[in-house]
């Protein structure tokens, strides 16, 4: 595991590598990208994770343009700052400067993200040409950046929790009716009682193992599914 600087037109975004583990079958590469906070322990241990199972993983840090370090999971103001700071053009450009580190020449990444990181991926998954899956956890929010992205091109595995206190009734409800239109590659988990970072075990207070386990067994079969075309 080791840490590295990515190069997008805006200077040095830091980088988290899991390169994946010698005895597991080969996966495609991850983009894995972090919760509001920012780069912190529990996307790394996610990354470590993924790796384990044969991924090469990288996970940026976005918020790099204001702070190349995490923020404290008590400072909201300065998280919030820092998710509605990026505009969809910069986002795009470290996705593309992060999948192609990671992608080392073989095209096609996934990608999966967190709160912040779940919108990430979905604008990934809707307007990178590199994406092949995307997994957003509790993504926020995906109505704001509708009108400049549009649909997804890509098959995306939403996943909300009941009781997540960020993300209201309205907004959730409104990214299911994607999963209802045919036209559309999305599918949508909710998990009864499961606050918003439920799958955060390093987080204050947040952390439900029986919607985090089964979450867990859903993207990776989601990842190991071939797309057709």
Known sequence: MSTID?????????????????????????????????????????ADRLAARGHDVIAPHLHYRRTREAAAYDDIPLAIELTTAPTVAEILADFEAAAEIIARGRGSVLTMGFCFGGMVAYIAAARSDRVERAVAFYPVS??????????PRRPVLVFFGDADQIIDPEEQAWVAR????????????????????????????????????????????????????
Request: glycine share 6%.
């Open 142 to 151: 995906i109505r704001r950046v509708w009108d400049e992205v549009g649909p």
């Open 6 to 46: 990515a190069p997008p037109r805006d200077g040095l975004m830091p980088a988290y590598v899991a390169p994946a583990a010698r005895d597991a079958p080969a996966r495609p590469p991850i983009v894995l990208i972090h919760e509001g906070f920012g780069l912190g322990h529990h996307t790394r241990t996610v």
């Open 178 to 229: 994607l999963a209802d239109d045919p036209e559309l590659d999305v599918i949508v988990r909710s998990f009864p009682d499961a606050p918003h970072g439920y799958f955060n075990d390093v987080g204050p207070d947040r952390y439900d193992e029986a919607a985090s386990q089964a979450s867990w067994d859903q993207l990776t079969r989601f990842f190991d599914t071939e797309v057709t075309a």
